[in-house]
Protein backbone atom coordinates (compact mmCIF):
# COMPACT_ATOMS: atom_id res chain seq x y z
CA UNK A 1 0.00 0.00 0.00
CA UNK A 2 1.27 3.57 -0.60
CA UNK A 3 -0.61 6.74 -0.19
CA UNK A 4 -1.75 9.30 -2.36
CA UNK A 5 -2.89 13.11 -2.28
CA UNK A 6 -4.75 12.54 -5.81
CA UNK A 7 -6.31 8.98 -5.82
CA UNK A 8 -7.56 9.98 -9.26
CA UNK A 9 -4.71 10.82 -11.14
CA UNK A 10 -2.54 8.10 -8.75
CA UNK A 11 -5.22 5.34 -10.19
CA UNK A 12 -4.59 6.74 -13.91
CA UNK A 13 -0.86 5.96 -13.03
CA UNK A 14 -1.39 2.75 -11.95
CA UNK A 15 -3.90 1.34 -14.28
CA UNK A 16 -1.21 1.68 -17.22
CA UNK A 17 2.18 0.95 -15.01
CA UNK A 18 0.89 -2.10 -13.64
CA UNK A 19 -0.75 -3.84 -16.82
CA UNK A 20 2.61 -5.01 -17.85
CA UNK A 21 2.40 -7.22 -14.34
CA UNK A 22 -0.92 -8.71 -14.85
CA UNK A 23 -2.57 -6.54 -12.67
CA UNK A 24 -5.83 -4.44 -12.98
CA UNK A 25 -7.94 -2.26 -10.93
CA UNK A 26 -10.90 -4.65 -8.90
CA UNK A 27 -11.70 -2.03 -5.90
CA UNK A 28 -12.27 1.36 -5.97
CA UNK A 29 -13.79 3.76 -3.57
CA UNK A 30 -13.62 7.33 -2.47
CA UNK A 31 -10.39 6.37 -0.23
CA UNK A 32 -8.52 3.74 -1.79
CA UNK A 33 -7.90 1.95 -5.07
CA UNK A 34 -7.16 -1.95 -5.03
CA UNK A 35 -5.26 -4.05 -7.92
CA UNK A 36 -5.04 -7.83 -8.40
CA UNK A 37 -3.86 -10.22 -10.89
CA UNK A 38 -6.10 -10.91 -13.20
CA UNK A 39 -6.24 -14.68 -12.96
CA UNK A 40 -6.81 -14.23 -9.10
CA UNK A 41 -9.28 -11.36 -8.72
CA UNK A 42 -10.16 -11.68 -5.09
CA UNK A 43 -6.96 -11.23 -3.75
CA UNK A 44 -5.56 -7.72 -3.72
CA UNK A 45 -2.08 -7.14 -3.73
CA UNK A 46 -1.25 -3.49 -4.04
CA UNK A 47 -3.33 -0.70 -2.46
CA UNK A 48 -3.29 3.06 -3.32
CA UNK A 49 -4.84 5.46 -1.00
CA UNK A 50 -5.72 8.36 0.91
CA UNK A 51 -4.47 8.53 4.77
CA UNK A 52 -6.63 7.38 7.24
CA UNK A 53 -5.79 10.37 8.96
CA UNK A 54 -6.27 12.89 6.64
CA UNK A 55 -3.47 14.50 6.91
CA UNK A 56 -0.96 14.82 3.72
CA UNK A 57 0.55 11.56 1.98
CA UNK A 58 4.11 11.67 2.38
CA UNK A 59 6.81 8.90 1.24
CA UNK A 60 9.04 6.93 3.26
CA UNK A 61 12.60 7.46 3.15
CA UNK A 62 14.10 4.21 2.97
CA UNK A 63 10.73 2.52 1.49
CA UNK A 64 10.14 0.56 -1.73
CA UNK A 65 7.26 -1.69 -2.92
CA UNK A 66 8.79 -4.39 -5.37
CA UNK A 67 6.82 -6.38 -7.10
CA UNK A 68 8.55 -9.45 -8.39
CA UNK A 69 7.70 -10.33 -12.36
CA UNK A 70 8.46 -13.45 -14.61
CA UNK A 71 10.62 -11.60 -17.27
CA UNK A 72 13.52 -9.21 -17.85
CA UNK A 73 10.59 -7.74 -20.77
CA UNK A 74 8.23 -7.09 -17.85
CA UNK A 75 10.54 -5.14 -16.00
CA UNK A 76 11.48 -2.81 -18.67
CA UNK A 77 7.89 -2.23 -20.31
CA UNK A 78 6.84 -1.56 -16.42
CA UNK A 79 9.95 1.01 -16.45
CA UNK A 80 8.87 2.68 -19.85
CA UNK A 81 5.64 2.72 -18.96
CA UNK A 82 5.94 4.56 -15.79
CA UNK A 83 8.31 7.23 -17.27
CA UNK A 84 6.19 7.91 -20.62
CA UNK A 85 2.99 8.51 -17.63
CA UNK A 86 5.00 11.01 -15.49
CA UNK A 87 7.21 8.78 -12.82
CA UNK A 88 10.38 9.49 -12.60
CA UNK A 89 13.73 7.37 -13.24
CA UNK A 90 15.02 5.86 -10.39
CA UNK A 91 17.22 3.72 -11.45
CA UNK A 92 17.67 2.03 -15.46
CA UNK A 93 16.91 -1.55 -16.17
CA UNK A 94 19.21 -3.62 -15.14
CA UNK A 95 21.03 -6.64 -13.04
CA UNK A 96 22.16 -6.13 -9.81
CA UNK A 97 24.47 -6.79 -8.99
CA UNK A 98 25.86 -6.66 -12.82
CA UNK A 99 27.15 -10.33 -12.53
CA UNK A 100 23.49 -11.34 -11.19
CA UNK A 101 20.48 -12.98 -12.39
CA UNK A 102 18.29 -10.50 -10.72
CA UNK A 103 17.00 -7.98 -13.41
CA UNK A 104 15.51 -4.62 -11.19
CA UNK A 105 14.16 -1.59 -11.97
CA UNK A 106 13.29 1.82 -10.02
CA UNK A 107 10.70 4.26 -10.91
CA UNK A 108 9.25 6.99 -8.60
CA UNK A 109 5.21 7.21 -8.81
CA UNK A 110 3.17 10.73 -8.82
CA UNK A 111 3.52 10.70 -5.00
CA UNK A 112 7.28 10.32 -4.91
CA UNK A 113 6.86 6.48 -3.67
CA UNK A 114 9.76 4.17 -4.84
CA UNK A 115 8.33 1.18 -6.61
CA UNK A 116 10.35 -1.30 -8.43
CA UNK A 117 9.73 -4.41 -10.13
CA UNK A 118 12.62 -6.90 -10.66
CA UNK A 119 12.62 -11.11 -12.22
CA UNK A 120 14.89 -13.34 -11.17
CA UNK A 121 14.79 -15.37 -14.34
CA UNK A 122 17.61 -15.38 -17.09
Do not use: W
Request: negative net charge; charged residues 20%; contains cysteine.
Amino acid sequence: MVGTNDLQASSKFYDVVLAPLGLIKVETSETYVGYAQQNNQEEVEFYITKPFNKEKATYGNGTQISFLVASRKLVDSFHAIALENGGLNEGEPGPRPSDSTFYYAYIRDLDNNKICAFSNTP
